[in-house]
């Protein structure tokens, strides 16, 4: 392979690795608030991406995505609101099975507004046949979007748990749920609240491939596995290490395009996840075992 | 400031707490001392709405609190530094101090937090050599102190301590019980539970003697400390009667 040819295979391993790394660190969210995967997290892209292309044919684009990722997270919010809250004992394996079959009737309610049809998004700038030109390798401007805007997700988010009292506040409640609510902390409206920032971030995810990848009401499913794995690569709940892994899967899968067929591409995740629910449970970056959190 | 009355609680079908009556009067420290498994936990649990208990009344402040979830009884000034100290181990000191001060994060400006933490690092000066050090790479006794100045960050008119010399160094323990003092001092209302009797009576005016959830024994703490029964099983005097 020569270098245009290892940049091109690389940016594109780059770009779906970073979709990766914000499906695992919406998985990451709500995990560290409740302790549960949600496996719907790859429905919120699509309905995300779904929302916005059907409003992009009455108001402009921004608008739209702008539109959509509020409904998404209105979603969020009001999944967790009416389904996971009214668990009656609910332990971890229960609410991950509600989230399990949530999904399936999101995808099925998709199917009934959307039906199958792919459908996608305008590229944000310039046409399908606009590219850019990196170290001999030509791609279009939408990955640069893809890049950018996982950059800013990540970085805000960052910030957010960081810095802010609110966030603060969701740290508080996945390191000690008794402290934090003894510190004030109303720890069923921070779970509400992972849920919609899940749902927004996954939503805006959605939006920003769809014009490469075309959205299709089904492709939650896929997107949701390769973010698990991710998530699991990277350590359940480290949002860091979830970019590092997220990256690494993409390009991984990036290599063996290039080398093989690229119907094993999908086989890659799933050999990954295999590996390190076997060899490394707790991840590759991880510092000390993870527990089993009791929330 | 804090009436208990006939308080029922347990976990489940278990009740731990049998018609358990105290009050606590403002700028009082009352002692809660008794064996390890007589229920003082869940005492101070139910209280501060940890623990849903299953009969009584507990009235703090004039109000009645009894049943109303944690997150809004510490907002009204009642205020449980938990046994084991529970701190966010995976946050820093000052963003668990910080943290003590999310109740009133809707009067808090930036000044009246400063000026906590500035109270707290004044009262634990290693809390603020450590600031900016991982809460879980703290010793047992600092931990302490933070839990202590995270629970002093909401400004309580209540501060309920459980177990505060549970895995702490005895030379630890002193200056725990000095900070104790001086908070009475300043005028706050402490309810302490202890197994550590001895410290717990030397810094409250008043105790209760609680065993199997239910008081039974209560008065001064000077009247307790005196009391051969309560010397003979919690502080650990005349231990031949024992033998005869």
């Known amino acids: 392979m020569n270098l245009p040819q290892i940049m091109q295979y690389g940016l594109s391993g780059i770009t779906v690795g970073s979709v990766y790394a914000i499906v695992a660190v919406g998985f990451n969210i709500i995990y560290n608030t409740t302790g549960i995967i949600n496996f719907a997290q790859g429905e919120f892209l699509i309905v995300g991406a779904m929302t916005a292309i059907s409003l992009s044919h009455v108001v402009p684009l921004p608008v739209a995505i702008l539109g959509a990722v509020l409904i998404t997270t209105a979603l969020g919010g009001l999944i967790e609101l009416v389904f996971i809250r009214r668990v009656r004992d609910a332990s971890v394996l229960r609410l991950i099975i509600v989230t399990i079959g949530l999904s399936i009737v999101i995808r099925e309610a998709m199917l009934h507004i959307w039906d199958e049809k792919p459908w996608s998004l305008p590229y944000f700038t310039g046409t399908s046949s606009t590219t850019v030109s990196i170290l001999g390798a030509y791609i279009s401007v939408q990955v640069l979007w893809v890049l950018g805007v996982s950059a800013v997700i990540v970085t805000a988010l960052t910030l957010f748990f960081r810095y802010t009292t609110t966030g603060r506040a969701m740290r508080a409640c996945s390191d000690d749920r008794m402290a934090a609510r003894l510190c004030g902390i109303n720890d069923r409206w921070m779970v509400t609240l992972s849920f919609m920032l899940s749902a927004g971030i996954g939503a805006l995810a959605g939006c920003v491939i769809s014009p490469i990848t075309q959205t299709q009401y089904d492709m939650g499913a896929t997107l949701a596995i390769k973010g698990f794995t991710v998530a699991i690569l990277g350590g359940l709940g480290n949002s860091m290490a979830a970019v590092a892994a997220g990256l690494f899967l993409g390009l991984l899968e990036a290599l063996v395009v290039s080398q093989f067929a690229s119907a094993y591409k999908e086989v890659v995740a799933i050999v990954v996840l295999l590996l390190i629910l076997v060899f490394r449970p707790s991840g590759l970056f991880a510092r000390r075992a993870t527990s089993v959190r009791t929330a | ?244």
Do not use: W
């Open chain 2, 1 to 244: 400031m804090l009436k208990i009355l006939n308080l029922d609680a347990g976990y489940g079908a278990l009740r731990v707490l049998k018609g358990i009556s105290l009050h606590v009067s403002p700028g009082e420290a009352v002692a809660v001392i008794g064996a390890n498994g007589a229920g003082k936990t869940t005492l101070l649990k139910a209280i501060a709405g940890v623990l849903k208990p299953h009969a009584g009344e507990i009235v703090f402040d004039k109000r009645n609190i009894l049943g109303r979830p944690a997150e809004r009884i510490v907002r009204l000034g009642c205020c449980l530094v938990p046994e084991g100290r529970h701190v966010f181990s995976s946050m820093t000191v000052r963003e668990n101090l910080l943290l003590g001060a999310y109740c009133r994060r809707r009067e808090n400006t930036a000044a009246s937090v400063q000026e906590g933490l500035e109270q707290v690092y004044d009262l634990f000066g290693i809390l603020k050599e450590r600031s900016s050090q991982l809460a879980g790479t703290l010793s047992g006794g600092q931990q302490q102190m933070l839990a202590i100045g995270r629970a002093l960050m909401s400004r309580p008119k209540l501060l309920m301590m459980d177990e505060p010399s549970l895995g702490v160094a005895p030379l630890v323990v002193r200056d725990i019980y000095e900070t104790i003092v001086t908070l009475k001092r300043n005028g706050l209302t402490i309810l302490l539970v202890e197994q550590n009797a001895r410290a717990a009576l030397a810094v409250a005016d008043r105790g209760y003697v609680i065993e199997t959830g239910q008081i039974v024994l209560q008065g001064p703490s000077r009247q307790l400390s005196d009391n051969p029964e309560v010397q003979r099983a919690y502080l650990g005097k005349e231990y031949r009667r024992i033998d005869e």
